[in-house]
């Protein structure tokens, strides 16, 4: 009881209580001028999404919720937040009281009290776990995706079929640049990749420097391209097989010419 009239909040007001007791999110207030910036107020809904009792926490600094999973750059910020008196909005993983995780998107902020000439900071929290799990799926259908959309098919233990299809933007030519790099990197060198763009849609200008950087890049790496299914179908892309045959990309209307030229050479 002594600790609740040492922490008594400054919200005196039974009306504001009930406000904020209503509002759907967790808020606390800390006051930093006490040792450790304790929570000196907690409503109803902190108790619910935290599962604390707020006579269980009155005097504690907020840390508590925090765990092993918890980014500890995370906190750093909401410290240095806190030393600057600078307000923050932080998603941090958390901890109920049952020791169950969920994601807590802290939106923390200092208030000077004129009345008081004092400073106190509030934090307003919202589970947002369902937010997060949502995130964290489409996060790993969009890999899984981009991994569908640039597949590697090694029919040997020097060649690798990656058949394009569709548009390629710069993004997917990224993807497409890391997972060669990666791949040779792992693998043996020399070896050789067949790009085939038989279903290309647009064979655009972003394909064809896409072109020319990755068999700059493999060739740096001892990897070969060899380029099919652009046959001139348009002159523009005749343009295109002059400024491959420049460079000495090798390019073959099919794959099965492609692999036939190799066994040829070999
Ligand atoms: C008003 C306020 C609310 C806070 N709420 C949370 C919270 O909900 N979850 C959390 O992990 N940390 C919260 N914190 C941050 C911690 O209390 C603490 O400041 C942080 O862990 C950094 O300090 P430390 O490195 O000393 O632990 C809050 C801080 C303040 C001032």
């Given at each position: 009881?002594?600790?609740?009239?040492?922490?008594?909040?400054?919200?005196?007001?039974?009306?504001?209580?009930?406000?904020?007791?209503?509002?759907?999110?967790?808020?606390?207030?800390?006051?930093?001028?006490?040792?450790?910036n304790p929570i000196i107020y907690t409503n109803k809904a902190f108790e619910k999404v935290?599962?604390?009792?707020?006579?269980?926490?009155?005097g504690q600094n907020c840390r508590f919720l925090q765990g092993e999973k918890t980014s500890r750059e995370d906190v750093a910020r909401v410290r240095k937040a806190i030393k600057e008196e600078q307000s923050i909005i932080v998603e941090l993983l958390n901890?109920?009281?049952?020791?169950?995780?969920?994601?807590?998107?802290?939106?923390?902020?200092?208030?000077?009290?004129p009345s008081e000439d004092k400073m106190y900071f509030v934090g307003v929290q919202q589970d947002i776990s369902h937010r997060k799990s949502e995130e964290m799926r489409s996060e790993d259908y969009k890999q899984e995706a981009s991994l569908l959309s640039t597949p590697f098919v090694p029919i040997s233990e020097k060649i690798c079929i990656l058949p394009l299809v569709g548009n390629i933007n710069a993004e997917r030519w990224e993807e497409i640049y890391q997972r060669i790099s990666a791949h040779v990197y792992e693998h043996d060198d020399e070896e050789i990749f067949i790009m085939d763009l038989q279903g290309i849609q647009n064979m655009n200008d972003d394909v064809h420097s896409g072109i020319l950087r990755l068999h700059k890049l493999l060739q740096v790496m001892g990897a070969r391209l060899i380029v099919t299914g652009i046959e001139p179908r348009t002159a523009k892309a005749s343009v295109k097989l002059?400024?491959?045959?420049?460079?000495?990309?090798?390019?073959?209307?099919?794959?099965?010419?492609?692999?036939?030229?190799?066994?040829?050479?070999h």
């Open positions: 009881m002594e600790k609740e009239i040492h922490y008594s909040t400054n919200i005196r007001d039974a009306f504001f209580r009930q406000v904020i007791d209503y509002v759907g999110a967790g808020v606390v207030i800390t006051d930093p001028s006490l040792p450790d935290t599962g604390y009792k707020t006579n269980e926490i009155i901890y109920r009281k049952d020791g169950k995780p969920f994601w807590n998107e802290l939106s923390m902020y200092p208030i000077f009290v002059a400024d491959f045959r420049k460079k000495q990309i090798s390019f073959y209307a099919t794959v099965q010419h492609a692999l036939e030229a190799i066994r040829a050479s």
